[in-house]
T-cell receptor, first 113, second 114 residues
Framework: DAKTTQPNSMESNEEEPVHLPCNHS???????IHWYRQLPSQGPEYVIH???SNVNNRMASLAIAEDRKSSTLILHRATLRDAAVYYC??????????????FGQGTILTVHP | GAGVSQSPSNKVTEKGKDVELRCDPI?????LYWYRQSLGQGLEFLIY????????KSGLPSDRFSAERTGGSVSTLTIQRTQQEDSAVYLC????????????FGEGSRLTVL
């Protein structure tokens, strides 16, 4: 099964950009890269996902390496509300592992005022 | 409702009792996932449904755990003869298309086994 590796924690100051890395060196060609975040006592919340090309939405940007073995979630201007655990997840869209979720350990993001 | 609904939100039970946890996905979502989160831990995959079938049950921790989904909608996770190590938040998610689409999570069912 494809697995992901993330740093345990990162810190940022408010209004500054944050780059959250994720390594997934054993990713298969049909795996989508998803990012979710989880605030305390809440279920995870979708942030962004992609397959090969970089993606942008109102919350963040996702930069995917050309070989797809790593990706970076970019928060352009961190706010205190962005403080959460960020999970990098691979979802299999084909093959024998169809639909199975593979979780990283998650990165605890602390945002300082 | 508009989102994924889980019940009960909180369940306290005695060791050895059976519990049922329910997940009502977003209408029209074909894919449904169960996973759990122990205190201070990450998310642990349990089982995935595509329609009524479960192509992957490999995450179920033991044969005391079972899940079913009927009518391509509501799913029930059953834990028989609960143990203290079963205490966790059990989270359900659904997506329009399995493997690709955005996952919508419920708020979870917190299970405490005394």
């Amino acid at each position: 099964d494809a697995k992901t590796t993330q740093p345990n924690s990162m810190e940022s100051n408010e209004e500054e950009p944050v780059h959250l890395p994720c390594n997934h060196s054993t990713i298969s060609g049909t795996d989508y890269i998803h990012w979710y975040r989880q605030l305390p006592s809440q279920g995870p919340e979708y942030v962004i996902h992609g397959l090969t090309s970089n993606v942008n939405n109102r919350m963040a940007s996702l930069a995917i390496a050309e070989d797809r073995k790593s990706s970076t979630l970019i928060l352009h201007r961190a706010t205190l509300r962005d403080a959460a655990v960020y999970y990098c997840i691979l979802t299999a869209a084909g093959g024998t592992s169809y639909g199975k979720l593979t979780f990283g350990q998650g990165t605890i993001l602390t945002v300082h005022p | 409702g508009a989102g994924v609904s889980q019940s009960p939100s909180n369940k306290v039970t005695e060791k050895g009792k059976d519990v049922e946890l329910r997940c009502d996905p977003i209408s029209g979502h074909t894919a449904l996932y169960w996973y759990r989160q122990s205190l201070g831990q990450g998310l642990e995959f349990l089982i995935y449904f595509q329609g009524n079938s479960a192509p992957d049950k490999s995450g179920l921790p033991s044969d005391r755990f079972s899940a079913e989904r009927t009518g391509g909608s509501v799913s029930t996770l059953t834990i028989q003869r609960t143990q203290q190590e079963d205490s966790a938040v059990y989270l359900c998610a659904s997506s329009l298309v399995g493997g690709e689409g955005e996952l919508f999570f419920g708020e979870g069912s917190r299970l405490t086994v005394l």
